[in-house]
């Protein structure tokens, strides 16, 4: 005897699956809302212990301190972080502080901390000024060779003045110098030396030609020193023997200049001698 085939109740099957995954999607809005409820809270837990702490009077700032500053004042630098004492330490932008500070052309480095619970520490390094660069406008140039501000009534430096030179020998941090500009950094380097004999603080100016290279102007008795390229170390050396002989000798009291620019052969000019008419 053949058994009877059981026929499945498809309506009965979708009804159960409707009900199923409308509970499925009730379930899932019940759980996204409350987990956006949740951080929502979190939120507002988060701001409103921001506000209490970055408000608290135990925050407020009592000792700033600025190491570094030598050519630039304490006051100076404070103005420039623009950091008022009082301040909540939580409150203040470090990064940005950070980023006012370098805008001030005579700091070249600068860092910013606290120190809880009520301190904040500045520790800038200024920059090195080397020379004067003398572009028609007078620009200070910095130990690296870079410009880093022009000149003005404020800035009473005594350094040497780099004349003939051009804005496109300006030096580029990531790209080799023009020729005429890396033998002015050559020199002033050699001038930085313990027991130069030419030492910067004794050079008034630096003269550049093209093609025939440096003069140096220095001492009072000599009026120019024809220097050229290259070679500088044994062309210092040379000068050296040259300034011994003559102040042994006391050949000359005023010399015009003296050529160094063949080393085989050294040529000293006395001063003219002015007639007294």
């Not at 301190?65 to 006051?75: I, P, S």
């Not at 390094?125 to 130990?143: C, M, S, T, V, Y």
């Not at 780099?162 to 023009?178: A, P, Y």
Request: hydrophobic letters at 40%; proline letters at 3%.
């Amino acid at each position: 005897m053949a058994r009877k085939r059981t026929r499945k109740n498809y309506y009965k099957n979708s009804a159960a699956r409707r009900r199923y995954e409308i509970i499925t999607r009730v379930i899932f809005s019940v759980k996204t809302a409350a987990v956006g409820t949740f951080l929502l809270l979190v939120s507002f837990l988060f701001m409103f212990t921001y506000d209490f702490v970055t408000q608290c009077d135990y925050f407020k700032a009592e000792g700033l301190t600025v190491t570094g500053a030598h050519r630039l004042t304490e006051e100076q630098v404070l103005q420039q972080s623009q950091i008022n004492k009082g301040i909540n330490i939580l409150s203040v932008n470090l990064s940005r502080v950070r980023k006012r500070l370098l805008a001030h052309s005579w700091i070249e480095e600068a860092e910013v901390s606290r120190e809880l619970p009520t301190g904040i520490s500045i520790r800038i390094k200024e920059q090195r000024p080397l020379a004067i660069l003398d572009l028609g406008r007078r620009f200070i140039i910095n130990a690296h060779g870079e410009l880093f501000k022009e000149m003005d009534a404020s800035d009473h430096c005594r350094l040497p003045v780099i004349s003939g030179l051009e804005f496109s020998d300006i030096n580029v941090r990531g790209e080799s110098r023009s020729v005429p500009f890396d033998a002015v950094m050559k020199i002033l380097a050699l001038g930085k030396k313990p027991e130069s004999v030419l030492p910067c603080r004794l050079i008034k100016r630096i003269r550049v030609d093209r093609e025939m290279g440096l003069t140096i102007y220095a001492f009072d008795r000599i009026k120019a020193i024809k220097i050229g390229y290259d070679d500088y170390p044994n062309k210092y050396e040379m000068l050296r023997n040259v300034l011994f002989y003559l102040k042994k000798n006391g050949s000359f009291s005023q010399l015009e200049s003296i050529d160094l620019n063949n080393l085989n052969r050294i040529v000293v000019n006395p001063a003219k001698i002015k007639s007294a008419a």
